[in-house]
């Protein structure tokens, strides 16, 4: 049996305040037959966490309605649809300027070319103010049916015409080699290719794009030098020069900031480019720019050019807290962050139907971890079991598994031994489901478990020592590093049992 879409339940569910509000209103100036039907109906789907549409139809059982479901359904997607066009387009710098455009083209066939050359004009000075390139071929055909409807064509008019249609397209074609340049490289690096990999390289080669990445390449608009900036920062990222991806992030928001009419089509662009600074910051322990640029980033959310973004204040939360939680940790500033969490933790309770699944799981660890670091284990265990009964495992494999690394510590300082046995059992077969096993995993099991066995104080702090001693040439190895960014063993063994 066909499985029903839910494609119109996705749509509304993906619906701000504004837009529903929106739409009512849309709804209410565009009666139609049948109109109850299809708002009923928006409401009915509106309530379903999940779409259900066995219940919807069970809900309607005897209601007209459920004899047109289906023609009513479409038509309540089509119409929620036309709103949205509606909605947006008035905010959109690019669609005010192809109305304006299409007006000009209906004028003409009113046999108004005066009046359709003024629109055009209009139209004209907007795509320069805001470098559309992307706009000028539609422009440039109706801009010819004008002359030729004014007969002011003449050779000298024709060869303008054509030397402004060749410039403009020249322009765009360089755009567009500066943004498969940037979406190539974004692909490469989400694909999480080391530095040592030559392909991006080669590829680069191969498609003639490898000059653009070069310093001494000048894009000649704004929207190519922004791809620009944006795809050799994310390169030095990738071949691990914070220090480079630093400074070309840094002249990546400058040129936003300079150009302020750039933000109301790119909001976006700079929220991601803001995202990737931080980053560069907290890499390069740039720790009180941080702090600032964390700021900064909370304050876009009083800022009108980026009311626009989806889920602005969810995003906003995700990279601050998780900029901010590794901050606390890398400094080891525990107390500091028992002052910070209650205030992150409200705000990801609240936000939490619209924070990133992977991003919940990876805040809830980097919280468990700052409770363990500060000793207070119970509030260490209530957020890493959260974390553990996340039902996307697949989601985030790694951080499950250390997790619940993680979580054997924090029962051992609870004293639970009598659990911990079957504990230890269920982690190690996970280690051994998710691949590769770490060493230092392996010694985490195999001393807990002595220690679990071990009788008085002297013999607990003679298998400390002996864990000591196996673990610490274990920090220097590089396919151990994995482990140790996820948990402290050192840290914890130290305060265990402390070096004389």
């Known amino acids: 049996m066909k499985t029903p879409a839910s494609d119109l339940h996705n749509l509304i569910q993906s619906l701000n305040a504004a837009e529903k509000r929106y739409f009512r209103l849309f709804a209410a100036r565009h009666p139609a037959d049948g109109q109850s039907n299809y708002l009923r ?14 219940a919807l139809k069970s809900s309607l059982e005897a209601d007209p309605l459920l004899r047109h479901f289906a023609v009513t ?7 929620i649809l036309e709103c949205l066009h509606q909605f947006h387009a008035v905010q959109s710098v690019e669609e005010a300027i192809k109305k304006q455009v299409h ?32 706009l000028m071929p539609e422009w440039l055909t109706a801009q010819r049916a004008v002359q030729d409807r004014l007969r002011a064509a003449d050779a000298q008019a024709v060869m303008a015409w054509k ?41 680069l080669h191969q498609n003639e794009l490898w000059p653009l990445l070069s310093e001494e390449a000048h894009p000649p608009t704004l929207r190519a030098q922004l791809d620009g900036f944006k795809a050799r920062a994310t390169w030095h990222f990738m071949r691990s020069e914070p220090q480079e991806a630093y400074r070309l992030n840094l002249a990546h928001l400058a040129l936003l900031d300079e150009h302020p009419e750039l933000l109301q089509l790119y909001p976006r662009r700079y929220l991601a480019a803001l995202n990737n600074l931080l980053i560069d910051q907290f890499q390069l322990r740039l720790y009180e720019e941080l702090e600032g640029g964390i700021q900064k980033l909370k304050s876009l959310l009083e800022r009108p050019e980026f ?4 889920k602005l204040e969810e995003k906003i939360f995700e990279q601050s807290a998780l900029l901010r939680l590794n901050s606390l940790l890398a400094r080891r500033q525990y107390a500091e962050a028992l002052e910070a969490l209650p205030a992150i933790e409200a705000d990801m309770q609240r936000l939490s139907a619209g924070i990133s699944p992977h991003l919940l799981l990876s805040i809830q660890f980097l919280i468990a971890r700052l409770y363990f670091e500060n000793e207070r284990f119970g509030s260490a265990l209530h957020w890493l079991n959260a974390l553990l009964q996340h039902p996307g495992r697949q989601l985030m494999e790694e951080l499950f598994r250390f997790a619940g690394i993680l979580k054997l510590l924090v029962h051992f300082e609870l004293e639970h031994d009598e659990l911990l046995p079957y504990l230890i059992e269920s982690a190690r077969r996970q280690g051994v489901l998710s691949g590769r096993r770490y060493q230092a995993e392996n010694l985490c099991f195999k001393y807990l478990k ?14 400390f020592t002996l864990w000591k001693n196996d673990l610490l040439p274990l920090a220097a190895i590089t396919a151990e590093q994995r482990i140790f960014n996820y948990i402290d063993f050192n840290q914890w063994l130290e305060k265990k049992h402390p070096t004389t």
């Open 41 to 54: 109906l928006f409401d009915l789907i509106a309530v379903q966490e999940e779409y259900d549409e066995a």
């Open 73 to 79: 359904k479409r038509y309540l997607y089509d119409q």
């Open 103 to 134: 007006l000009a083209s209906v004028l003409l066939q009113k046999d108004l070319p005066k009046q359709s050359e003024k629109l055009l004009q209009q139209a004209r000075r907007q795509i320069d103010k805001y470098e559309l390139l992307s």
């Open 163 to 203: 030397n402004d249609a060749d410039a403009a397209l020249k322009k765009l074609s360089v755009e567009t080699d500066y943004a498969a340049l940037s979406a190539i490289v974004g692909l490469w690096h989400v694909r999480k290719v080391s530095a040592q990999d030559n392909s991006l390289q080669e590829y």
């Open 307 to 310: 009311r626009r973004v989806p």
């Open 450 to 463: 002595k220690l679990l066995q071990a009788t008085g104080s002297k013999g607990r702090q003679r298998i």
